[in-house]
């Protein structure tokens, strides 16, 4: 339904009319059978058939026809006298004439729309006639929020962007807000008003901020076809500048002007790369003295979790430059997953000596979950556990949940906890995928969160901490100049591989989704010099794959096809065909449903090989599961986590440190 009221069902624009046919039921008939032309979803194409199908939706579910359920719950309780279907004799000398039709018939008091006149003048696209006056009624009730004809929530889905999130128009349900068809908005009218056309010279636009609606009922067609796109961006214009604003009402259309859409590409967001200067919160730590660490008549001695990625601005070790700090006497190391030096790739990782300053470095990565924790005794000598290290913004990317098991010992032995904090890599700003299930957390998965939750180290040991009712005794030492939106390469500093796989900026942009399905048995490129920016396997077809992913028109990425021989995991060392997968914009990418993506189409063109029930683990949500493995679309699986994902934003608010 949401796809239908938006025009991304990927349905055709209209019924076939080459053949003959008559009648509401035969259109129904065609309608319903009409394949999508492109993936549902995927592309915004203006379809009468959607409004079609819905119109059939209305008379399914309230047992009366169309124009009388519309009658009877609309126009006679907005006195809407002069609004109808198929008009009656008496009003003809009130209706203009439109057009001749295929036989030379001037149609008046008909409708315009051809299939709508197959289908007996009835349509859920097209048949309605009106007055300035009832439309004027229309139109204020939806400015004073439905006035109980309509709910307050039905006029807010029909009048937000309710589209694909990362698609290039914005459409309420069944409203256009900004697309290639909002030329009856103006020049003037803010993104966020909202309105509608119709073929003949009809428009309606409606602006909440400055509590305007603009009716135009032209006639563009008379005698023989026409088009009134000019003159709808004419009138528009010219009446949003003869209105009267106050200051504050100018003021508000300001605002809604510049909430981040260029006029001049229709809904295309003012995406700049900004050129940032980050400090990370070692750096800032270094800056004020060490004053956290500090404590009266003595040193404190600490511990420190980091790996390679624990360095200053400097290039030198986090774990250096606090062996080095007046007040503080560094007792410990301790090394996540891949190890202190972040190049080991095996499940199991070793203490051992660190030779510069040494310091004996425990291992918190083991074969077993008790060899993943910090041991008591150990945490129980020291006054302070220092968290520096640099993330890639997924729960499966087991860094988090080492500090998580890091807060639960410290909360244990009565020890303060610090994290240094560092930029998620790939933004601050998308919260995407689904959220993981709760009663089933694990080392992949330590808490509820969605697949890309959008949060650094800091914010999350203060969401774990307080939701998980761990409450250690936590101090986040905050970055400085780092906003929300900063991509890595906004910040100013130097990329180090958080892990061996892990080596640029595209592959973390891309790791939220092509790791989900990691566990099963495709390569994703681990053991070639770009991995997680391919997928294959020798039983794969790589102009098959390539071709079927392009189709389903995935915002941001493309898919080219490749051949590659992995040099280790799995099918090492044998020639594997797939996708080599090319970023094309990377805030249109929603990488989990991406990775939906990926599965269902090996799912889909390989079944008799492809073992999608491994990638259950790392998904983390068995709604989302049920859905791939009952073979339904991605974007419809990405739709139903919506909900519980909206719900996790709201919590997530009240640990978010930055801007």
């Given at each position: 339904?949401?796809?239908?009221?938006?025009?991304?069902?990927?349905?055709?624009?209209?019924?076939?009319?080459?053949?003959?046919?008559?009648?509401?039921?035969?259109?129904?008939?065609?309608?319903?059978?009409?394949?999508?032309?492109?993936?549902?979803?995927?592309?915004?194409?203006?379809?009468?058939?959607n409004f079609i199908v819905l119109g059939a939706l209305v008379e399914r579910v309230s047992g009366e026809t169309l124009d009388e359920y519309v009658q009877r719950h609309i126009f006679v309780p907005l006195k809407m006298t002069r609004t109808r279907y198929a008009p009656p004799a008496a009003w003809l000398p009130k209706i203009a004439p439109t057009q001749y039709d295929e036989n030379e018939h001037m149609l008046w008091g008909v409708v315009h729309d051809p299939t709508a006149r197959r289908m007996g003048g009835v349509a859920g696209h097209a048949g309605l006639f009106s007055t300035g006056d009832d439309l004027?009624?229309?139109?204020?009730?939806?400015?004073d929020g439905g006035d109980g004809i309509l709910s307050e929530l039905t006029v807010e889905k029909m009048t937000r962007p309710e589209q694909p999130p990362a698609a290039p128009v914005l459409r309420g349900f069944g409203w256009d807000i900004d697309s290639p068809l909002s030329s009856n908005r103006g020049d003037l009218l803010p993104v966020g008003s909202y309105g509608h056309t119709g073929w003949t010279g009809t428009s309606i636009w409606v602006d909440p901020t400055t509590e305007t609606y603009i009716i135009l009922?032209?006639?563009?067609?008379?005698?023989?076809?026409?088009?009134?796109?000019?003159?709808?961006?004419?009138?528009?214009?010219?009446?949003?500048?003869?209105?009267?604003?106050?200051?504050?009402?100018?003021?508000?259309?300001?605002?809604?002007?510049?909430t981040g859409y260029n006029e001049a590409l229709s809904a295309a967001r003012h995406v700049s790369t900004r050129n940032g200067s980050v400090k990370n919160g070692i750096d800032v730590l270094?800056?004020?003295?060490?004053?956290?660490?500090?404590?009266?008549?003595?040193?404190?001695?600490?511990?420190?979790?980091?790996?390679?990625?624990?360095?200053?601005?400097?290039?030198?070790?986090?774990?250096?430059?606090?062996?080095?700090?007046?007040?503080?006497?560094?007792?410990a190391i301790f090394s996540p997953e891949h190890g202190v030096t972040g190049s080991l790739d095996t499940t199991d990782v070793s203490n051992s000596k660190d030779a510069a300053t040494g310091?004996?470095?425990?291992?918190?990565?083991?074969?077993?979950?008790?060899?993943?924790?910090?041991?008591?005794?150990?945490?129980?000598?020291?006054?302070?556990?220092?968290?520096?290290?640099?993330?890639?913004?997924?729960?499966?990317?087991t860094y988090e949940t080492t500090m998580g098991y890091f807060l639960e010992a410290a909360a244990a032995a009565g020890v303060e906890v610090i994290v240094l904090d560092r930029p998620n890599p790939v933004t601050g700003s998308y919260v995407q995928g689904p959220v993981a299930d709760a009663g089933h957390e694990k080392f992949t998965g330590y808490w509820t969160v969605p697949v890309r939750h959008g949060m650094t180290m800091g914010e999350l040991a203060k969401m774990f901490n307080a939701e998980r009712n761990i409450n250690a005794k936590l101090t986040v030492v905050p970055m400085e100049g780092w906003q929300r939106g900063d991509w890595f390469d906004s910040t100013g500093l130097g990329w180090v591989n958080p892990s061996p796989n892990l080596r640029s900026l595209a592959e973390a942009m891309l790791y939220p989704g092509v790791a989900l399905i990691e566990y099963t048995n495709v390569s994703v490129g681990r053991g070639t010099d770009t991995p997680f920016e391919v997928v294959g396997a020798p039983w794969v077809k790589g102009r098959e794959l390539a071709a079927y992913?392009?189709?389903?028109?995935?915002?941001?990425?493309?898919?080219?096809?490749?051949?590659?021989?992995?040099?280790?995991?799995?099918?090492s060392g044998q020639k594997c065909e797939g996708v080599n997968l090319?970023?094309?914009?990377?805030?249109?990418?929603?990488?989990?449903?991406?990775?939906?993506?990926?599965?269902?189409?090996?799912?889909?063109?390989?079944?008799?090989?492809?073992?999608?029930?491994?990638?259950?683990?790392l998904l983390g949500n068995q709604a989302a599961f049920d859905g791939l493995m009952a073979g339904e679309d991605p974007r419809r699986i990405a739709q139903d986590w919506q909900e519980e994902l909206q719900k996790f934003e709201v919590m997530r608010q009240k640990y978010l440190i930055y801007k």
């Open positions: 339904m949401r796809q239908l009221l938006v025009h991304f069902s990927g349905l055709e624009p209209d019924l076939d009319l080459k053949a003959t046919w008559e009648g509401k039921q035969t259109a129904y008939g065609m309608a319903f059978a009409d394949a999508p032309g492109d993936a549902p979803g995927s592309k915004f194409t203006y379809s009468d058939v004027a009624k229309f139109a204020q009730t939806l400015l009922l032209a006639n563009a067609v008379h005698p023989r076809g026409g088009n009134a796109i000019a003159l709808r961006t004419k009138v528009a214009t010219a009446v949003t500048a003869a209105l009267h604003l106050t200051t504050s009402e100018k003021e508000a259309l300001r605002w809604q002007s510049i270094e800056e004020h003295g060490f004053d956290v660490l500090q404590v009266a008549g003595g040193k404190k001695k600490i511990g420190v979790v980091t790996n390679q990625t624990g360095v200053d601005l400097e290039g030198r070790r986090t774990i250096d430059v606090l062996a080095a700090a007046s007040g503080v006497t560094l007792g310091v004996t470095v425990y291992s918190v990565y083991g074969a077993k979950d008790a060899d993943r924790r910090p041991a008591p005794e150990v945490m129980k000598s020291l006054d302070a556990v220092v968290i520096d290290i640099q993330d890639a913004g997924v729960p499966f990317y992913l392009n189709a389903r028109g995935i915002a941001g990425v493309r898919f080219v096809p490749v051949t590659f021989t992995p040099a280790a995991a799995v099918y090319v970023l094309t914009e990377r805030n249109a990418l929603d990488a989990p449903e991406l990775g939906i993506e990926l599965a269902t189409a090996l799912q889909k063109l390989y079944p008799a090989n492809f073992k999608i029930g491994l990638v259950a683990p």
